[in-house]
């Protein structure tokens, strides 16, 4: 069955970095953009980045641009999420999900139809 598996979440000072891995599986891993989103406690669910098929064109959230940098590997099936300078605001379970339809509206959680369990980032002060 399609399934979306993240990893390499954790607690960081503010400042540091981590990168996040989210493998995809029962699916062509090729024909879908994917996206990252987070939800901190308390908040509702965030975009924070997307990314085409091809991995030719990126888009992200303003309080990410700068920092945060996703990419992917087709070969592996796998989409990550580099980011760097983490700040305590950015403390949240990440996700990662796969878009269905055309690159537009890719901030909408509801374009997206797969999701993972999610990763939980810490960030402390």
């Known amino acids: 069955q399609v399934q979306l598996v993240e990893s390499g979440g954790g607690s960081v000072q503010a400042g540091g970095s981590l990168r996040l891995s989210c493998a995809a599986s029962g699916y062509t891993f090729s024909n879908y953009h994917m996206g990252w989103f987070r939800q901190a406690p308390g908040k509702e669910r965030e975009f924070v980045a997307s990314?085409?098929?091809?991995?030719?064109?990126?888009h992200d959230a303003d309080s990410v641009k700068g920092r945060f940098t996703i990419s992917r590997d087709n070969a592996k099936n796998t989409v990550y999420l580099q980011m760097n300078n983490l700040k305590p605001e950015d403390t949240a379970a990440y996700y990662c999900?796969?878009?269905?339809?055309?690159?537009?509206?890719?901030?909408?959680?509801?374009?997206?139809?797969?999701w993972g369990q999610g990763t939980q980032v810490t960030v402390s002060s």
């Open positions: 990314i085409t098929w091809s991995g030719d064109s990126t």
């Open positions: 999900a796969r878009k269905v339809g055309a690159w537009y509206a890719r901030e909408a959680s509801y374009q997206y139809d797969t």
